[in-house]
């Protein structure tokens, strides 16, 4: 028997084989809306191409240097997928790029999203994307393209992976952290939303001890259910920091506190000579973490190098200037306040006093 005696008498289609074209092509025009929402100086174009377009000159720059970024939400994601809750899981994808550029002083000017999954969703695909765009309009910077993957075989049921790709600019010249940090200057800590986008591997470790299920209360957010508050997305710090720099606040770093916590990222942006000490009685530290900490008897340095523990970003600041850093934070929103001072490295990087009120 000859071998194409043996192949489907109608012949496969690749749709038969699990990708839809089609819904693909419907998501691409469902997402146009909330893509053309997110234009700005530098950024006009549609999406479709083979390639997104962004004129720097156009965005004002007259001698840049670009700044990349790339990261994901990790296992975050599965409470979005567990609950169909998928409305603000794009807002943690671009604020894990774009609080990553501003912290080198940079601006974030356009963001591209990686969507992968085992059978398309064109409802859930729009709700993501436009997360993502809510996202970039926060964060100032132009949603110029992205990919769609529907890979069968790779996801299973109605997961799915999300990964982000941000450019930002600064001038030349400009980029943190300044060379003239020093020994005395001080650490003000802007607020966290809560736990972000990192830890969540030992988050939902909590909530399987707990008992608890995503759709009870929350136990320390009144009014929510479980899976809502710990889907509470990562703040975004770009237009308050950029508008700091701005002002000339005498900014000489920024520590975004992502996975590794206040031991591994801090010492990122300070030179070998110089000590972090942080005054952990002065910060305010949201309920999750009380609560993640109590349920996974967690120890408080694990705490300190897993989480943010209410930290979203870390500021080093000339000494005369903190108190109006503080202030000019304060009128755009944000929860800032002064928790440490930089120090002579005599051994650690990062060295704390006080404890945590968890």
Known sequence: MSD???LPSNGLSYKQAGVDIDAGNALVEAI??????????GADGEIGGFGGLFDLKAAGFNDPILVAANDGVGTKL?????????????????AMCVNDIVVQGAEPLFFLDYFATGKLDVTAGTAIVEGIAEGCRIAGCALIGGETAEMPGMYQGHDYDLAGFAVGAAERGTLLPR??????????????SGVHSNGYSLVRRIVD???LDWYMPAPFAEGQELSEALLTPTRIYVKPILAALKAGLGIKALAHITGGGFIDNIPRVLPETLAAHINLSAITVPKVFGWLAKVGGIEEREMLRTFNCGVGM???VEAADAEALVAQLTAAGETASVIGTLTERTGEPVTFEGALAL
Do not use: F, W
């Open 179 to 192: 060379n003239d940090i020093k020994a005395g200057d001080t650490l003000v800590a802007i607020a966290s």
């Open 32 to 41: 146009k809306p909330a893509v053309r929402s997110t234009r700005r100086p």
């Open 314 to 316: 870390l500021v080093a």
């Open 4 to 6: 194409q005696q043996n």
């Open 209 to 211: 001890i707990s008992g």
């Open 78 to 94: 599965k409470i979005a997928i567990d609950t169909g809750k998928h409305s603000t899981i794009g807002i943690d994808l671009v």
